[in-house]
């Protein structure tokens, strides 16, 4: 048997994954090396994480996530007003199988920006795609994408996302294409795909920030009639460190 040969197949096939673990069997004595039925095993079960891990790699890259912030490092104590419980529920990701929304509001500082991008983290470590936007960038996007007449393909990628995080909501003032665009995109993803927001500004002055009676009594029913609200307390960190 060449087994030379079969690597390069493997490689040739891109089945990295089960290369790498088959070199590894290679090397080890004879003696030591799996039988038949346990290689496969092994060779099947080393492809599968290496394609999971590669997914996972591709989708983090896409989304652009503002902070490298990872659940582990989320403090979660009764000063935050963030329970082990509560982040343990998000970390499963139930809220994304059911197109629920994450509000998370908070002073400065507070960790609100790390705590949507560690769930953002966690939703492509479960094979979600994911897109993050800061609230500057998302105006951006719309304003450009209406100019340049790609704004239904622009529509059509966060359609497919089924996590939109949008950073900062709030702190700059939106046109009226941008508010309509708003709850279009809410409009297409209530109950089917999950929103994340997070802004300074308390749940209860979005109305008054969006300013717009008849679009703001829409855009909030979209955003609240199923969603997480987190408000997070305490010093801010940025002041800590």
Not at 88 to 112: F, M, R, V
Request: glycine share 4%; net charge positive; with cysteine.
């Amino acid at each position: 048997m060449n087994t030379n040969a079969t690597l390069e197949q493997m490689k040739q096939l891109r089945l990295s994954g089960m290369a790498h673990a088959y070199q590894q069997q290679l090397e080890l004595p004879l003696h030591k090396q799996l039988d038949a039925h346990e290689l496969i095993a092994q060779l099947i079960q080393s492809e599968q994480l290496n394609r999971q891990q590669e997914k996972t790699t591709y989708y983090l890259k896409l989304a652009k996530l503002r902070l490298s912030a990872i659940p582990e490092q989320i403090n979660c104590s009764a000063a935050r007003n963030l329970t082990k419980q509560q982040l343990a529920t998000l970390l499963t990701g139930q809220y994304l199988q059911q197109g629920e929304n994450i509000l998370i509001t908070g002073s400065t500082g507070c960790g609100k920006s790390y705590l949507a991008c560690a769930l953002g983290y966690q939703s492509c470590l479960l094979g979600m795609k994911t897109t993050y936007l800061s609230m500057n960038r998302f105006i951006e996007k719309i304003t450009l994408a209406k100019l340049d007449g790609s704004y239904i393909k622009l529509l059509n990628h966060l359609e497919r996302q089924a996590l939109i995080i949008i950073d900062d909501f709030g702190l700059q003032p939106m046109q009226q294409e941008v508010k309509l665009a708003l709850l279009q995109i809410l409009e297409e993803r209530h109950g089917k795909r999950s929103t994340m927001i997070t802004s300074q500004l308390p749940v209860a002055k979005w109305y008054d920030y969006i300013n717009e009676p008849t679009i703001a009594d829409a855009v909030m029913d979209r955003l609240t009639a199923s969603a997480h609200r987190i408000e997070l307390k305490g010093e801010s960190l940025r002041r800590k460190k």
